[in-house]
C-alpha cells in the first residue's frame, strides 16, 4: 500500500474485476462498481445502528463511508488493504486480506 491510501480493494462486480481505492484524499474506482455504489447510496442504505454510530451510505463523505459502502457494492471482495490511518488516534492496526480463491489479474 503506498503512503497517501487509505484503503486499496479489489474484488467482483457482476463477474467482472473491480477496484477502488481512496488515495491522496481521492476516490478512485472502476466504473461498474461506482454505478453499484451509487445505487447504494440513493437507496439510503445505512451501516450500524442500535448503540453503534450509524454511517449512512456515502462516496464523497470520507474515506471510512466510503469503504463500507464500497464493501457492500462487490459481488465479491477478493482483497482488501487498509491503513492505521484508517481508524484515526484507535490504535487499530493496518489490514490486509487476499482471498484464497483463484487470483484474477489485477484491475489498474
Same mark, same amino acid.
Given at each position: 500500500?503506498?503512503?497517501?491510501? &487509505?484503503?486499496?480493494?479489489?474484488?467482483?462486480?457482476?463477474? +467482472?474485476?473491480?477496484?477502488?481505492?481512496?488515495?491522496?484524499?481521492?476516490?478512485?474506482?472502476?466504473?461498474?462498481?461506482?454505478?453499484?455504489? +451509487?445505487?447504494?447510496?440513493?437507496?439510503?442504505?445505512?451501516?450500524?445502528?442500535?448503540?453503534?454510530?450509524?454511517?449512512?451510505?456515502? &462516496?464523497? #463523505? #470520507?474515506?471510512?463511508?466510503?469503504? &463500507?459502502?464500497?464493501?457492500?457494492?462487490? $459481488?465479491?471482495?477478493?482483497?482488501?488493504?487498509? /491503513?492505521?490511518?484508517?481508524?484515526? $488516534?484507535?490504535?487499530?492496526? #493496518?489490514? /490486509?486480506?487476499?482471498?484464497?480463491?483463484?487470483?484474477?489479474?489485477?484491475?489498474?
Amino acid at each position: 500500500m503506498h503512503r497517501g491510501e &487509505l484503503f486499496d480493494l479489489e474484488g467482483l462486480v457482476a463477474g +467482472e474485476p473491480a477496484r477502488a481505492r481512496w488515495t491522496h484524499g481521492c476516490l478512485v474506482i472502476t466504473a461498474q462498481l461506482r454505478c453499484r455504489a +451509487e445505487a447504494i447510496v440513493q437507496e439510503g442504505h445505512k451501516f450500524g445502528g442500535d448503540d453503534l454510530t450509524v454511517v449512512p451510505a456515502s &462516496l464523497d #463523505g #470520507g474515506p471510512l463511508p466510503a469503504l &463500507l459502502t464500497l464493501i457492500r457494492a462487490f $459481488d465479491q471482495v477478493t482483497r482488501a488493504d487498509l /491503513s492505521p490511518r484508517l481508524f484515526g $488516534d484507535s490504535g487499530a492496526v #493496518g489490514i /490486509s486480506y487476499a482471498s484464497t480463491a483463484e487470483r484474477r489479474p489485477a484491475v489498474t
